[in-house]
């Protein structure tokens, strides 16, 4: 079974742009979990999608959403980047009737 | 909402020592306590985990205990390993139907295992 796959895995943009990032999670798991991650601040929930529906959203600026489509694949967008999104962006999948979440690789995103 | 406090933020200690990372929680609605271990430049892995309806949990030189009165759950590594060292979280999750909705996590421990 292939594991949670982030794209792009590097990414550089300028303040005030927007990004997507996009997360597969693990073939039949529909829930996605998003994290950001800063040596600061830990890692830190954004959101989590369940069938294509948010059940829970964590305290960012509505600057960050995400959307997650009928396939489980889940995108989440950052609109007028600030310096202080730079960080590590995880996306995590798990199964119903399963607690653990398995991680993919992250997006490591830097605004300059 | 829940708030996870970790100590200590870096631990080192000399192979074959234990290593012990402590960690409490303010949302007595909690009902399941995962540890990640993170590599640099890896993913968060699942080491171990456990639910409010057990007070321990063993697996191998990895050991997990949680006392729910006082709200705070604790990592026991033995014998440690230099592969050992690596950051390593805790977190807390209210769970429902099984699945997680949300984790919080600890700020995590930098654990140094010196050969």
């Known amino acids: 079974k292939a594991g949670v796959t982030q794209t792009p895995r590097y990414l550089i943009k300028t303040r005030g742009q927007q990004v997507t990032l996009s997360c597969s999670p693990i073939s039949g798991h529909r829930s996605v979990s998003w994290y950001q991650q800063t040596p600061g601040q830990g890692l830190q929930f954004l959101f989590e999608y369940f069938s294509e529906t948010q059940r829970n959203k964590g305290n960012f600026p509505g600057r960050f959403s995400g959307r997650q489509f009928s396939n489980s694949r889940s995108e989440m967008n950052v609109s007028t980047l600030e310096l202080g999104d730079s960080a590590l962006y995880l996306c995590?999948?798990?199964?119903?009737?399963?607690?653990?979440?398995?991680f993919g690789q992250g997006t490591r995103l830097t605004v300059v | 909402g829940e708030n996870v406090e970790q100590h200590p933020s870096t631990l080192s200690v000399q192979e074959g020592d234990s290593a012990v990372i402590k960690c409490t929680y303010s949302d007595s609605a909690s009902n399941y306590f995962p540890w990640y271990k993170q590599e640099l430049g890896k993913r968060p892995q699942l080491i171990i985990d456990?639910?409010?309806?057990?007070g321990e949990k063993k697996d191998q030189r990895i050991a997990v205990t949680l006392n729910k009165t006082a709200k705070h759950f604790s990592l026991h590594i033995t014998e440690t390993q230099p592969e050992d060292s690596a950051v390593y979280f805790c977190?807390?999750?209210?769970?429902?139907?099984?699945?997680?909705?949300?984790?919080?996590f600890g700020k995590g421990t930098l654990l140094t295992v010196n050969p």
């Open positions: 977190a807390a999750s209210i769970t429902s139907g099984g699945s997680n909705y949300k984790l919080t």
């Open positions: 456990i639910r409010s309806n057990v």
């Open positions: 995590a999948s798990s199964d119903r009737g399963n607690t653990e979440a398995f």
